[in-house]
């Protein structure tokens, strides 16, 4: 079968027909991206299911989540300038199928650990994925104008994914095992395998550096240590040897990274971006939007199911507000920045984040969920504005070349701000949880297993007071409910000072308009 991109060239074709070739080649590639945004909000609306079901606790939990984004932004990068290396397409369709096997072994989980495994195992195809996708969007669409518009309905096709994911989701677990969430993650890969053999044109950068495994081993095992660290000290104590060593070592280990970065004749990451503060701010906003939004998403569909009674269907109706104004907002973006600027949009989006994770850190105990609709909305009117305003700044900086590492860049910042939101909100609730109910139940002492169940979730808390039953169940079930909220709200709070400091980092430090470079076409490579 002929390759719709090999038909006549650029110059010959006719400019409608080349026209439908990009706009079909940018479908191809959005449907593809679905499947890894749909699968963070999946996972997300099953994590009750999964504390019934597997017995995971909260720390669990962070680790399920924080697995797939880890191996997600430690190997982007490499993945970004092995895309530029040898073809866009090539890794794009490798990362498909990696990620299709890997969901399907997930899906077959039978512990919390096989589980956390795949989900890593996710999170590689998820790498090689997402970079080569902007990578070839931007290699594409050279005119300016049809490139912002593009990237627009690239972030909309992360925000629908968000969209679909809860109520998905909660379809899914209605009618079938947990595993059926990553399961149908399978017939899109197979789809896009399909369809990207023919509709997806092949490009390089021949001037493109050599990949650095150090630097990748090196960015991961920081990473990895710095979570770990974070997400393990509610249980063996902030101020525990393997916690503050292992967080120190992550420390060094990253400080090493970035010396290597400077002396290595071909870097993973290119430190000289980051001189640009177009680049740095841009970058640094979205991580810090991905901070609140993730982590507030962690913690608020566990106390829809566990606080509020609702089921994994209700719980994804009611997370829709977030992604469905996410997904309305993010192709406006690009036009509010030609009218208001780049540093008014991202300031305000960040402003509307913090707002939002403010409002839901107030709700107590016997909020309903109208309580929490309004911080909701803005989580959604916040995310929308940053994404594709930022991103659009900081793919405006770089040169065509180089668009792999830095659309990966990009995806790094959603993933590892994402992590670190759900590592942080998500300890600081645990270390409350456990403050709050560790000395009312000490004095009944509860066998051990009992009590890491208790202590460890909301849910295993529930779970006893449902087998106590009377007075006594009933004022455990309160009691672990007003734990619970009380550390969502010290969560959501931090996450609320995150997003401010992001807002007035964006307001003092990113252009209020485009560079030059960002608005000119570049030229191929």
Not at 339 to 356: F, I, N, P, S, Y
Not at 374 to 393: C, R, S
Not at 421 to 427: K, L, N, Q, R
Request: neutral net charge; glycine residues 12%.
């Amino acid at each position: 079968m002929t390759n719709i991109h090999d038909i006549p060239s650029a110059a010959a074709a006719p400019r409608g027909q080349e026209m439908r070739n990009r706009w079909v080649t940018l479908v191809v590639l959005c449907v593809s991206l679905l499947i890894v945004t749909l699968d963070n909000t999946i996972l997300n609306v099953a994590l009750p299911t999964l504390v019934k079901e597997l017995g995971a606790t909260t720390t669990q939990l962070q680790w399920i989540v924080d697995a797939y984004a880890l191996a997600f932004a430690g190997l982007m990068l490499v993945a970004g300038s092995s895309a530029d290396r040898f073809g866009r397409r090539r890794v794009f369709v490798t990362g498909l199928a990696v990620f299709g096997a890997a969901s399907a072994w997930a899906a077959y989980s039978g512990s919390v650990g096989m589980l956390i495994a795949a989900r890593a195992g996710m999170g590689v195809g998820a790498a090689m994925m997402m970079p080569a996708t902007l990578s070839i969007i931007t290699d594409v669409f050279r005119d300016p104008g049809e490139r912002q518009r593009a990237i627009g309905l690239w972030a909309a096709t992360s925000g629908l994914g968000i969209a679909i994911g809860p109520v998905a989701g909660g379809l899914l677990l209605e009618h079938f095992w947990w595993g059926s969430v990553f399961w149908v993650n399978i017939p899109v890969a197979a789809l896009g395998l399909a369809c990207a053999a023919f509709l997806v044109p092949e490009s390089r950068n021949p001037a493109a550096l050599r990949p650095d495994p150090a630097g990748s081993v090196l960015s991961m095992v920081g990473l990895g240590l710095l979570l770990w660290a974070i997400i393990e000290a509610p249980v063996r104590g902030w101020s525990s040897g393997a916690v503050l060593g292992a967080g120190g070592t992550g420390l060094v280990v990253l400080v090493v990274f970035a010396v290597w970065e400077r002396r290595t004749a071909h870097p993973l990451l290119n430190l000289a971006f980051f001189r640009d503060r177009r680049f740095s701010v841009a970058t640094s906003s979205v991580a810090l939007a991905m901070f609140g939004l993730f982590g507030a998403l962690f913690v608020l569909t566990q106390f829809l199911q566990f606080g509020l009674g609702y089921s994994a269907l209700q719980t994804g109706v009611r997370v829709l507000p977030v992604a469905g104004l996410l997904a309305l907002v993010a192709p406006l973006s690009p036009a509010l920045v030609r009218w208001a600027g780049t540093k008014a949009v991202v300031g305000t989006g960040l402003l509307a984040v913090a707002t939002g994770l403010w409002q839901l850190s107030t709700a107590e105990s016997s909020a309903t969920y109208e309580d929490l609709l309004a911080g909701l909305l803005l989580l959604g009117l916040g995310a929308g504005l940053v994404v594709p305003a930022a991103l659009d700044a900081l793919m405006g900086t770089l040169p065509q070349g180089d668009t792999g590492v830095g659309s990966a860049t990009n995806g790094v910042s959603v993933q590892l701000g994402g992590a670190v939101g759900v590592a942080v909100i998500g300890s600081l609730l645990t270390t409350r949880y456990q403050d709050r109910m560790g000395p009312p139940l000490r004095p009944y002492q509860l066998p051990h297993d009992v009590s890491d169940s208790v202590l460890g979730s909301l849910g295993g808390a529930l779970a006893l007071a449902e087998r106590v039953g009377g007075v006594s169940g009933r004022m455990l079930a309160d009691l672990a409910r007003s734990a619970f909220v009380s550390g969502m709200g010290l969560g959501l709070t931090v996450g609320a000072c995150v997003a401010v400091g992001g807002a007035l980092l964006a307001f003092a430090a990113l252009p209020a308009r485009p560079s030059r470079a960002s608005v000119e076409p570049k030229e191929p490579q």
